[in-house]
């Protein structure tokens, strides 16, 4: 019986420890874990005096999706960034698992930790256990020598790295040291540390019990310290996760007319006007920089980092002092609210929220001058960010038969036009190619014509909330008073707005972007795809990356004619026209369209397709500057399409 029983694989805990000094384990444990616990409670401090949070969450959605699968870090910096966070997260993980199973072993009602499971369990999570290893190495390595620019930088990240790297070697060397000094018949199934044991011939057992209870001391060292290190995040994030609203990345949330009579209080000035959960998402920044190096604004030398934003509001929740002050007015005024911070963010930090509801504090108290306060003047008195009279909508129809709503009453399309398409000449021609692309393929549709309002979405997002939620209000009644299955638009954010915003006023409608609704009509023949030598497509913010489309548009150009700029889909850059920025003075040497208009000009295309009137104004004057001489076309895709197809009048 003896023999059988010494033959089954496991291995003895607290090997050489007496009861007083396994006593001693636990209060060294408990207490580091009781003091990490109390820090992070602590950490309330930041975002206790927030605004309430009111939302539902699907917190196991997204602790799946973002914080086990990593979503957002594996899309970002693929070749460095990503797979060192990976080794390190899932390494760091997987040790986690092992001391659970562990603890579940010795503190259960089962013991399952011998036979073939123990011989399982050693070879999979020292395997495992090396993926930590490798991934801090590869942390300190890129940290001491290729450093992206925007990752912050001091002494107490090598201590995290460090204290991560010993945990991983130290906890070898104590399976090394027990090999060593008791060795058994299966002890190769710990491979790495059978490896270790090879070195560690003269471990002694009071010399394994000095390096077990080292190894001890770095892990209570590490619970202790993880509160006050970067690596909070691994806790914070799970926080954030599991509270983080469930709204698309385009939509804005409204304030009421109540609930400014009650506060007295416009958009975010202090710290706690902002709800619990962004102020608490901003405790879960790493300060990794991936926001800032997607910026387009920070990109071109503005003042504008939405990092230092989201540090600099963190600290101000310390005190509960001034946002604007914090941040500057400057900087909020150079986003174009394109989300691309938003997207890049690995612990879901609305960075345009933030933004947004301190510009409604800051048009509030009436600091928003200039051609930007102009468009939202023009806006209330036309109802066009233009400036343009109502039925100069309809100028545009004046070569063709549009119909108009006024006069069907009931169609399928609504062929919603856009401030833009109605007034700017080369959005225009989108607008005149999109209703003869629909003419030809027999689209029962509609256009409103001078009952069209501004959608109120530059309004919103340069912060004039009740101008935007008056034009919502005027449209949905409008749109209430015909009957139709869909909306068309050929502007993205237009497209935003009415299908992301409208429901909060009661106006729920099938929204579709003109090249979605195209891509139908040559999926079923009605009209033909597109053709050109080369194309390269430049696609807007509001419809990849906020909007998720990205194939409609590249399925109406044929694949061979296509060259994809370096920035492309979910990672667009930015035009810099949205946010209102269009109506706001741009530097000649701070314009991010010409950053985007020399990636598309270095495609060698020559044409760009197009999916949006604001780029179509930004990116035509960017061509123009970048590249005066080379003959490049932008074509919208409507166009483009109304080339290649016969060309009818309505
Ligand atoms: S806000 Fe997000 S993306 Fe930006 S530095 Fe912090 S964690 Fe990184
Ligand atoms: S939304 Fe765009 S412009 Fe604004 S901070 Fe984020 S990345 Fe910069």
């Known amino acids: 019986m003896e023999m059988l029983i010494a033959e089954i694989a496991t291995r003895e805990e607290f090997l050489f420890q007496g009861p007083v000094a396994k006593a001693c384990f636990y209060v060294l444990m408990f207490a580091s874990m009781g003091y990490c616990a109390w820090c992070f409670w602590n950490r309330r401090r930041f975002w206790k005096d927030g605004k309430k949070i009111t939302w539902k969450t699907n917190w196991l959605r997204n602790i799946l999706s973002f914080i086990l699968a990593q979503k957002k870090v594996r899309s970002s ?141 770095l892990v209570a060292g590490f619970i202790a310290s993880l509160p006050h290190m970067k690596l909070k995040h691994i806790v914070m994030a799970i926080a954030t996760a599991s509270k983080a609203p469930e709204w698309p990345m385009g939509q804005l949330q409204p304030i009421s007319m109540e609930e400014v009579e009650q506060t007295g209080l416009i958009g975010v000035s202090l710290p706690n006007e902002y709800s619990q959960w962004h102020l608490m998402s901003l405790d879960a920044c790493m300060e990794c920089g991936r926001c800032t190096e997607v910026c387009p604004a920070h990109n071109v030398g503005k003042s504008l980092n939405p990092k230092a934003i989201v540090q600099a509001i963190h600290h101000a929740s310390i005190d509960n002092s001034s946002v604007i002050a914090a941040v500057t007015e400057e900087a909020l005024w150079a986003c174009t609210t394109c989300n691309a911070c938003v997207e890049a963010c690995p612990v879901l930090i609305r960075h345009v929220d933030l933004i947004v509801d301190a510009r409604r504090n800051l048009v509030a108290e009436g600091k928003l001058s200039g051609s930007a306060a102009s468009m939202l003047r023009q806006t209330g008195s036309t109802s066009n960010a233009w400036g343009a009279p109502a039925a100069a909508r309809e100028d545009w129809m004046k070569e063709l038969e549009v119909p108009l709503a006024r006069e069907k009453k009931e169609f399928d399309v609504l062929f ?183 990636e598309l000009v270095d495609t060698g295309a020559k044409t760009i397709a197009l999916g949006c009137p604001f780029c179509r104004i930004m990116l035509d004057a960017s061509v123009n500057q970048v590249a005066p001489d080379e003959g490049i076309k932008l074509l919208d895709l409507a166009e483009m399409l109304l080339q290649a197809n016969q060309k009818t009048t309505v």
């Not at 692309?437 to 256009?447: S, V």
């Open 77 to 217: 910096r693929p070749k460095s960034g990503a797979p060192m966070h990976l080794l390190i997260f899932y390494g760091f993980l997987s040790l986690l698992a092992a001391t659970t199973i562990l603890a579940i072993n010795s503190y259960g009602p089962f013991k399952f930790h011998s036979g073939t499971f123990y011989k399982v369990y050693e070879m999979l999570f020292d395997s495992l256990g090396l993926m930590l290893v490798i991934g801090v190495l590869w942390a300190i390595g890129r940290r001491s020598g290729f450093r992206p620019k925007v990752l912050s930088h001091n002494w107490r990240d090598y201590w995290a790295l460090g204290l991560l790297l010993a945990l991983g070697v130290t906890g070898y060397l104590v399976e090394g040291a027990r090999i060593a000094v008791n060795p058994k018949p299966w002890d190769s199934v710990s491979w790495v540390g059978f490896g270790f044991s090879k070195a560690l011939g003269w471990v002694t057992p009071d010399s394994y019990t000095y390096i077990w209870w080292f190894h001890a001391i």
């Open 416 to 598: 919603w036009v856009g401030c833009a398409g109605a007034t700017d000449p080369g959005a225009m021609k989108t607008t005149k190619a999109t209703a003869q692309l629909m003419a030809q393929a027999g689209i029962d549709f509609a256009c409103l014509g001078k009952e069209e309002k501004c959608t109120g979405d530059a309004a919103r997002r340069v912060g004039d909330e009740f101008l935007f939620q008056e034009m919502a209000a005027q449209n949905v009644a409008t749109f209430g008073q015909y009957k139709f299955k869909k909306i068309v638009t050929p502007c993205p954010h237009c497209l935003n707005t009415l299908a992301n915003e409208y429901g909060e006023f009661g106006g729920d409608y099938e929204v579709q972007h003109h090249t979605q609704f195209l891509q139908e009509l040559v999926e079923t023949g009605a009209i033909k795809q597109a053709s050109g030598e080369s194309v390269t497509y430049h696609d807007p913010c509001y419809l990849g990356r906020v909007n998720s489309e990205t194939e409609a548009p590249r399925s109406l150009i044929r694949k061979e004619d296509l060259i994809e700029p370096e920035h492309n889909g979910k990672k667009t850059l930015c035009c810099g026209a949205g946010g209102g920025r269009m109506w706001m003075e741009e530097a000649p040497d701070q314009r991010p369209g010409n950053r985007r208009a020399q």
